[in-house]
């Protein structure tokens, strides 16, 4: 999110995270510090592609985050690295038919959540799916949240998902507006119908 009106809306809905996207070619980057307070218990992300380690941390100095977002071919390393500097660590990973869910093993004393996303031509924020019975090739004890083209249909199906590591979910493109503002009406009513 980068529209400050829309943040504070959001804000009141209380979401658990509100993410904030760092990458130049993303419709949704964010170029400038925002004046708006978000309360401590929800958590700020910064989302974040194939950057350098300053880069990251300067970006996370600057907005306060409470979380880094790694969504593009990051290792195991490098989140490890930003750990050992105390930074709690989303990383994601794109999900398709022959995934390997073995190869998240290295990550995951480095990671406090994994994010699973759908396969597509963006780093984040295609607007596509994938196929959520390959959830249950992840046995893993790192929590994760499910993330690809969620949209407002979808609680019922989510809340269906029996996966003891499925923490939340993330939605983005199929409740904007346009890049970067959300409905926030929309995402109250799928948070309330998430939780009911």
Known sequence: MR?????????????????????????????????????????????????QQDFIIQKTNDYNLDYIQLHGNETSQFCKELKQKNYKIIKAFN???????????????????????AFGENAGGNGIIFNWDLLQNYVGQTP????????????????????????????????????GLKNIEKIKTFKNELQS
Request: aromatic letters at 12%; one cysteine or more.
């Open 3 to 51: 529209n400050s009106a829309n943040i504070a809306d959001l804000v009141k809905v209380q979401p658990g995270f509100i993410g904030f996207i760092f990458h130049e070619s993303s419709p949704r980057n964010v170029d400038e510090i925002l004046g708006i307070e978000i309360p401590n218990k929800i958590n700020k992300v910064g989302v974040f592609v194939n950057k």
């Open 95 to 117: 999900i398709y038919q022959e995934f390997d869910f073995d190869k998240l093993k290295g990550y995951e004393p480095s990671c406090d959540y994994f994010l699973f996303d």
């Open 144 to 179: 994760f949240l499910l993330s690809g083209g969620i949209d407002s249909s979808m609680a019922a199906t989510i809340k269906n998902i029996n996966h003891q590591n499925l923490v939340g979910v993330d939605i983005n493109s199929k409740f904007e507006i346009e890049p």
